[in-house]
DNA sequence: TCTTGACCTCAAGTGAACTTGAAGTAGCAA
DNA sequence: TTGCTACTTCAAGTTCACTTGAGGTCAAGA
């Protein structure tokens, strides 16, 4: 199996040597080797770090996603999990559909003032719902 | 108009007092005046709050949130301003929806390497793609 | 009037996610 | 063999978003 040195998988994924170290510290990645001083990654370690930029995205600490992956780099959980996890997403994703149409609504809106839009107003309903249920990262 | 006292505010949004203290030292909401010691908020704070939880949801930082709400709560930006960071919310519930299907696929796939699926292996092809050149938080 | 309780200020502490700095080292090209 | 460069370790520093603690105050009810 090809080994990728430290600073070519930096080049590759856009994450900074330092980070990968630090990654590695916490458990998050495992580096396969060295070549003198200098770490060396097995390739599925980029798919790794594709899907954890995306987890960061969608609020997962480090600490939630060690452990989420298997030696090839995909995930690697109990099917209930994922399928939990992505129950949350989709939750995530409807909130931020409704702030960009919010967003997009206050853009075009002509009212004078939001508060007596009686579409901003609906728009608005599940946010004063949602917000602080909410959990925080 | 009528005024909530901090406590009250608290109940209703779920931010602690203290999270309101804090806001208020950082310049991201406004309280209108004290009744003894405490602080009295005008009702639109209550919205804003819940723009505040999804901005926070969003990636918004703080600093960008300060300054992007006018006096009734609601976001007062330029035009073009809104249409950029919706198109910025877009971009992310795309990577968002992407993740919680490959999350799915997973769990459902019965292929018993996810790297040698033709299906995982599109639905990574992005991440690849977005990681690093995303914005961090 | 006195007590209670929820607020007040200000400074310091916390946890997550990194980054930076100092001092050292290994591989490669000249 | 000598440099150069990109790495190495380890500890400490940084930023963000809060929270906590100590010591103080005010309004309302008993």
Redesign the pocket.
Known sequence: MKLL????L??QSG??????????D?GLIR?EG??????QYDAPVATQLAL?SLG?LAG??????RGMFGADGTPQLPRTELHLRADRLDAQIRDLTRLRDALRHVADCPAETHMDCPKFMRLMQFATRTAGSRR??
């Open positions: 040195d430290i600073g070519e930096a080049r994450v900074p040597p330092s980070t990968l170290r630090y990654y590695e916490i580096s060295r070549h003198g001083l200098r770490r954890i960061k997962f600490s480090l600490a939630e996603m925080q990262r």
